[in-house]
């Protein structure tokens, strides 16, 4: 087991996965609004399992897809972090940032203030040479975060091994080396 790590912006707190996330977690991810560009909705089941890897990935690396709760309040609103991409994508091996957001918690500018201080993570004190992202090319939420993160789209698309063809998942890949990394898919 690795030493947890959480990280921290003005507005923000990066951390460890809690059971009490879950319910909140299953309800984001039942959303057609925030899983428009996934290729289906998750019912209760498949969002705790999913809860479940990144909670298990963060105690076996001690980062990885962080619970991302709101300083003010304490509430959980999605999560942002670290994440290996499998290998049956075109530019594997990469470490990934990614981010899903409750509809309610968009437009605060949570996504990227979130996913600043995972990068500053992951060139600092990981030492990683690039970080990845990709996205739905007709996700122009997600791919304005990855803008507004100096994110460059190094192109081709791809379609994603996992999206069935024909559906809103093609994708491209942006990638940061240094600080240079963006993917829409």
């Not at 498949?46 to 963060?58: M, T, V």
């Not at 509430?75 to 972090?81: A, D, L, P, S, W």
């Not at 600043?116 to 992202?133: D, G, H, I, N, W």
């Not at 791809?158 to 829409?184: C, N, W």
């Amino acid at each position: 087991m690795a030493h947890i790590i959480e990280l921290e912006t003005d507005r923000l707190i990066m951390r460890q996965w809690r059971e009490d996330d879950f319910p909140i977690f299953a309800e984001l991810n039942s959303d057609p609004i925030v899983m428009e560009f996934f290729p289906n909705i998750m019912n209760k089941s498949e969002s705790d399992k999913s809860a479940k890897r990144y909670q298990s990935l963060i105690l076996q690396h001690g980062w990885g897809l962080w619970a991302l709760e709101q300083k003010r309040d304490q509430k959980f609103i999605g999560f942002v972090g670290l994440h290996e991409s499998p290998p049956d994508l075109p530019f594997s091996p990469c470490v990934e940032v990614g981010w899903r957001l409750a509809k309610k918690s968009w437009g605060n500018g949570y996504a990227t203030e979130a996913a600043k201080e995972a990068l500053r993570f992951a060139f600092e004190v990981l030492q990683l040479p690039e970080v990845c992202s990709f996205t739905s090319t007709n996700n122009l939420r997600s791919r304005a975060v990855m803008e507004r993160l100096n994110m460059v789209n190094i192109k081709p698309n791809f379609q994603h091994p996992r999206v069935p063809d024909g559906s809103r998942g093609m994708t491209t890949i942006p990638r940061l080396e240094g600080h240079k990394a963006a993917i829409y898919i």
